[in-house]
């Protein structure tokens, strides 16, 4: 009979919390990899924001110098981060978060010069507002 991916894993710590130094050794492993991830997601996190920020302007009409793809693809990526049953779904710890953020990379990505335009528009509707 096959051992599940959990036995293997509980029979790995075993092995591992009894050998001195390596359970060090993987929590500083583990703390990498989560501080990359924190690092990748803050990378994406303004332009994230930025795309809900450039949707709302285009849909009070406001801001219409964008393509219908380009707002056909933000809105794809918004639905997908919204709806919590997606490839992974949200309720799972941690892994049902990290697809969203996989996802939101990729539509930022394809994205990025439609948003860097909205940026530069938004800073000079700013700008003339407040002047």
Do not use: C
């Amino acid at each position: 009979m096959a051992i599940s991916i959990f036995d293997k894993l509980i029979k790995q710590a075993e092995v591992l919390i009894a050998s001195d130094g390596k359970i060090s050794q993987l929590l500083d492993e583990f703390f990498l990899i989560i501080g990359k991830a924190s690092e990748q997601f803050y990378k994406i996190q303004d332009s994230v924001i930025t795309l809900g920020r450039m949707l709302q302007a285009w849909i009070k009409g406001d801001y219409k110098n964008i393509s219908t793809s380009s707002v056909i693809a933000a809105t794809a990526a918004i639905i997908y981060f919204v709806n919590p049953l997606d490839i992974i779904p949200d309720f799972i710890p941690f892994f049902g978060q990290i697809d969203d953020i996989l996802v939101l990379g990729y539509f930022i990505k394809i994205l990025n010069k439609e948003i860097e335009k909205f940026m530069v528009w938004e800073n000079e509707h700013n700008n003339s507002k407040n002047q």
